[in-house]
């Protein structure tokens, strides 16, 4: 019997295509327990748990761009049956703290200043810049930084 999803959007059931299945194991496998993909119903992003088969109980709209070397996806805050967080559903990253995050899209925009177009400083913190479409060749920038390197999705 094929493996159900259920939407975080829509709220409906779809089966996950091969390359989603695939991802869903590596992600299980690797310990994540946030990832992203596509509804197969909506066509909007749906947000799943591989640890435990399903959706976070709640989640909000996307708002920063990740700031993890090497990572183009974006980072949500979830709240989940262990507590609220900020994730990454692209490399699977977690701030359970937001200072945490913050300090880390302090870092990237010093290493890598194309990045700081993702981003504005409203009274001394980092916010999601007024545009959420990414920067001209953003994709390809971020590709080619050197892989983040971390032991460890729980970042903060």
């Known amino acids: 019997m094929a493996m159900k999803v259920k939407c975080s959007e829509c709220g409906r059931d779809f089966t996950p295509t091969s390359e ?5 194991k590596e992600s299980r496998a690797k310990g994540m327990d946030f990832i992203i993909f596509d509804c197969g119903n ?7 748990n591989p640890q435990t088969g399903r959706p ?7 708002t920063y761009w990740c700031p993890v070397s090497g990572c183009s996806g974006k980072v949500s805050y979830v709240k989940d049956d262990d507590g609220p967080f900020w ?19 302090d870092t990237i925009v010093k290493r890598f200043k194309y990045r700081r177009k993702c981003y504005k400083k409203v009274k001394g913190k980092w916010e999601p810049a007024d545009s ?9 920038l971020v590709a080619d930084e050197p892989a983040d390197g971390a032991k460890a999705y729980v970042r903060g």
Not at 42 to 48: I, R
Not at 87 to 105: H, M, P, R
């Open 20 to 24: 989603q299945m695939k991802f869903i």
């Open 42 to 48: 909506c066509h909007f992003s749906t947000f799943y």
């Open 56 to 62: 976070p109980r709640e989640k909000k709209e996307i």
């Open 87 to 105: 994730g990454c559903g692209e490399c699977g990253s977690i701030w359970y703290d937001k200072k945490n995050l913050l300090k880390e899209i």
């Open 132 to 140: 959420p479409v990414e920067p001209d060749g953003y994709y390809e």
